[in-house]
């Protein structure tokens, strides 16, 4: 059955080093991947999303790396702030507009 | 201005009772979902509606119903309430096609008792 897995559910890192967050997936072949940030009480923030054929994505201090051999994204917060704070959340998609989320991994950002 | 709107935010009710929640949406998106978020955060897709047309029906209860007068609009009935439906569900737009962007709202917490 197909599955995406967040490897960590949270993940606690001093401020201003780089937050590290994976996203594993099986018996999928996306075409896009996309992240999502999520604070307490509220719906998911689309961040970023990269293609199937694109390896890097950058947006400001946000990185995200796809590797399709490996199943793999991940999603790098460079000079970390505590307000980065937040459950993020990968989504594939494979079809149109048919998106599936991973359980997140919440993290904190500490002072 | 709001993007995606959804009301009630909160629900409180009693098993047995239908309830419903509506969902609007003003970015001009041709299509719209319903998302559970149960107690583990984990964010399940429930069903997508493209044009006022039904695409996506995951494996829901049929007690859940979902409806689309327009495509601004896309309202979830639920009819004979059961504790397992506590959850959160959000709503959420984008335009159609592959690799768009999905829009959320900022959920309606539904308890039942």
């Known amino acids: 059955s197909q599955k995406i897995e967040q490897n960590s559910e949270a993940l606690n890192i001093q401020e201003g080093k780089t937050a590290t967050l994976t996203c594993n997936y099986t018996?999928?072949?996306?075409?896009?991947l996309q992240w999502y940030r999520q604070d307490p009480g509220r719906g998911p923030v689309f961040l970023l999303l990269?293609?199937?054929?694109?390896k890097e994505k950058r947006k400001e201090r946000l990185k995200v790396t796809f590797d399709t051999t490996l199943k793999q994204s991940l999603f790098h917060i460079t000079a970390s702030q505590p307000a980065d704070s937040a459950t993020y959340l990968c989504?594939?998609?494979?079809?149109?507009?048919?998106?599936?989320f991973g359980a997140g991994t919440r993290l904190t950002v500490k002072p | 201005d709001t993007a995606v709107s959804q009301t009630p935010k909160y629900l409180v009710t009693q098993m047995g009772n239908d309830k419903s929640i509506k969902c609007e949406q003003n970015?001009?998106?041709?299509?719209m979902y319903w998302y559970k978020q149960d107690s583990k955060k984990f964010l399940k897709i429930m069903f997508s509606?493209?044009?006022?047309?039904?695409?996506i029906n995951e494996t829901v209860p049929n007690r859940f119903s979902p409806k689309s007068p327009d495509k601004a609009h896309l309202n979830l009935h639920i009819n004979s309430l059961e504790l397992g439906d506590s959850a959160v569900y959000f709503c959420?737009?984008?335009?159609?096609?592959?690799?768009?962007?999905?829009?959320f709202g900022p959920g309606t917490r539904l308890l039942v008792l």
């Open positions: 509606y493209n044009n006022k047309e039904l695409i």
């Open positions: 018996n999928y072949s996306p075409a896009y």
């Open positions: 989504a594939l998609e494979a079809d149109n507009n048919d998106m599936r």
């Open positions: 959420a737009s984008s335009h159609r096609g592959a690799g768009e962007t999905q829009y």
């Open positions: 990269i293609r199937e054929n694109e």
């Open positions: 970015l001009g998106h041709d299509t």
